[in-house]
């Protein structure tokens, strides 16, 4: 399983905390599992940090079942509308996004 985590270090502007987090949760969510291949979509928000952690606000993880379908999807047109659901509130979020690209393994005890 392949996933790329768009992480999102920082915090909204606190009069946009709210509609920024039901932004995100709703209609963001929605587009991001839209894309063509997709396998799902999680959205994650940190509860407790250790002090010295950088200032995660949130994570999309994205799956895929092969890199090929992920790179697929990202040069879809769906893209561009989920950019488009992200523009309408990154106005609002004092920080930065990057995205990292890992290969999962796992194993149920």
Same mark, same amino acid.
């Given at each position: =399983?392949?996933?790329?985590?768009? /992480? =999102? %270090? !920082?915090?909204?502007?606190? &009069?946009?905390?709210?509609?920024?987090?039901?932004? =995100? %949760? $709703? $209609?963001?969510?929605?587009?991001?599992?839209?894309?063509?291949? @997709? /396998? +799902?979509?999680? *959205?994650?928000?940190?509860l407790e940090q250790e002090t010295d952690a950088?200032? @995660?606000?949130? /994570?999309?993880?994205l799956y895929f079942q092969s890199l090929a379908?992920?790179?697929?999807? *990202?040069?879809?047109? /769906?893209?561009? #509308?989920?950019? #488009? &659901?992200? !523009?309408?509130?990154? !106005? !609002?979020? +004092?920080g930065k996004v990057y995205h990292l690209v890992? &290969?999962?393994?796992?194993?149920?005890?």
């Amino acid at each position: =399983m392949i996933i790329r985590s768009a /992480v =999102m %270090e !920082g915090a909204p502007l606190d &009069q946009d905390r709210s509609s920024f987090d039901r932004h =995100m %949760e $709703t $209609t963001v969510l929605a587009a991001i599992a839209s894309y063509p291949g @997709i /396998v +799902k979509v999680v *959205l994650r928000k940190p509860l407790e940090q250790e002090t010295d952690a950088p200032p @995660i606000y949130m /994570v999309f993880d994205l799956y895929f079942q092969s890199l090929a379908a992920m790179h697929e999807a *990202l040069a879809s047109p /769906v893209r561009q #509308e989920v950019r #488009e &659901q992200l !523009g309408q509130v990154m !106005g !609002g979020f +004092k920080g930065k996004v990057y995205h990292l690209v890992m &290969q999962e393994s796992a194993i149920a005890p």
